[in-house]
């Protein structure tokens, strides 16, 4: 990987990316009060043990971090644990069928076609702006039942609350990370009004999506409260997109980089799976995740205390040599890849057929459409400066 550092001048945050680390698979950082999970067995540990691995991390974070009554994660899945998980992830899993999923096919094939055709008339391509961002906020607004023409707002939320160079830390709060909080509640709160005013709507006027489905449901006989309902289309409004962005731009990357792989997934378009899965594998978009532990847990050879924050570095793990064969490698067909870019067990990735359906229709057109797919060396790829996400924010076509 050492000439991909160099020749896209990847930022050391990502260290991951910048050749193999050292070191044990668990680890303490004292200066942050969190434990770091690099390995993939341990990682695998943690993702499927989710009664000693709470995803409700906002329990360990010290009163007064976060201002009180300014943000609540109430009916935010990802921050949810079973048996509640279990009853919100059955609301929406019929929207993520195999069979709801496929038939938006055309619709994402179409939808490509018009954003590449609108990027032509403009005189070039910078892939994130003019595509990996737009398809799948427009596929999932158009779910979801709020305007697609609203993505502009989207993208200024989603930039706003991501695109920060932030790191976590348990420590005492300074003044640097209470700017980082206040900056984000803002987005926060504006993103939620606009959800609960499209939400009210729905309860006067019921629609065929997914908003309407979340107002009318229930769960053990009782409507989802209001606050629950606009915390869920969150999750679904951001996520829905941002990995799918990610997915794109990193696997467009990883076909400039490798251009010998490239030829061979052009010649043949059944590898287009195979080498989506791989960039997920090598440039795991969400790089970490969260968790908290319920009680004292033996991982990695150590023990971590009850009550502490874990960072499972997914980005890491998916290049552990003890689980992949030359990990810093760009292997479409490896087999087998389990790997772990879109988690594990009961938080698995909602929205993951649907981000390799759009990923598999977008790089077949763009395959059909760029020969070769390259980056241009007059304008350098930028990376989203955030920490715990590995994407491009800016990638143009020559």
């Known amino acids: 990987m050492t000439d991909i550092v160099e020749r896209y001048d990847i930022p050391e945050q990502f260290f991951w990316l910048r050749g ?5 698979p668990v680890e303490f950082d004292s200066a942050t009060g969190i434990w770091n999970v690099y390995g993939y067995p341990e990682a ?23 201002p009180e009554g300014e943000f609540s994660l109430e009916g935010f899945i990802t921050q949810i644990d079973p048996p509640e998980h279990g009853k919100l992830r059955k609301l929406v899993t019929s929207a993520f069928t195999r069979k709801v999923v ?8 179409a939808i490509t076609h018009e954003l590449l ?34 993505r502009g707002l989207f993208k200024q939320w989603a930039d706003a609350l991501f695109q920060r160079d932030a790191k976590v830390s348990l420590n005492e709060p300074s003044e640097e990370q209470d700017r980082d909080i206040q900056a984000t509640l803002k987005p926060w709160k504006e993103m939620s009004a606009y959800l609960a005013g499209h939400a009210a709507e729905r309860r006067r ?20 409260p209001d606050q629950q309902v606009v915390n869920f289309a969150i999750v679904l409004l951001l996520a829905g997109h941002i990995t799918t962005t ?5 696997t467009v990357l990883c076909l400039d980089a490798f251009p010998e792989q490239q030829e061979k997934v052009r ?9 989506i899965e791989e960039s997920l594998r090598l440039f795991t978009p969400f790089a970490a995740l969260g968790r908290s532990t ?21 980005g890491v793990a998916n290049r552990d040599p003890r689980q992949f064969a030359d990990p810093g490698a760009f292997t479409p067909g490896r087999d087998p890849n389990p790997h772990l870019a879109f988690g594990r067990g009961i938080h698995f990735c909602l929205g993951a057929p649907l981000a390799r359906l759009e990923g598999r229709v977008a790089l077949n057109i763009l395959l059909d459409r760029f020969d070769p797919l390259r980056t241009d060396p007059e304008d350098p790829v930028k990376f989203i400066p955030t920490p715990t996400m590995a994407g491009v924010r800016r990638l143009t076509l020559a």
């Not at 496929?102 to 094939?109: G, K, N, V, Y």
């Not at 070039?124 to 023409?149: F, K, N, Q, R, W």
């Open 246 to 250: 990610m997915l794109l731009g990193n």
């Open 205 to 224: 006027q019921p629609r065929a999506d997914l908003l309407t489905r979340l107002v009318e449901a229930e769960v053990d006989g009782e409507r989802l």
């Open 44 to 66: 695998q540990q943690v993702l499927g043990d989710p009664a000693t691995f709470s995803s409700d991390t906002m329990r360990v974070v010290p009163k007064g971090m976060i």
């Open 267 to 275: 010649a043949d378009r059944a590898l287009v799976p195979a080498a």
């Open 117 to 150: 055709d609108a990027a032509r008339e403009r005189g070039g391509l910078e892939l994130v702006t003019d595509l990996a961002y737009p398809l799948p906020v427009i596929v999932i607004a158009e779910l979801l039942g709020v305007p697609s023409s609203d």
């Open 20 to 24: 193999s680390r050292s070191g044990p």
């Open 102 to 109: 496929a038939d938006l096919e055309p619709r994402i094939a």
């Open 294 to 314: 319920m009680r004292e847990a033996q991982l990695g050879g150590v023990s971590i205390p009850a009550d502490q924050m874990v960072m499972v570095w997914l």
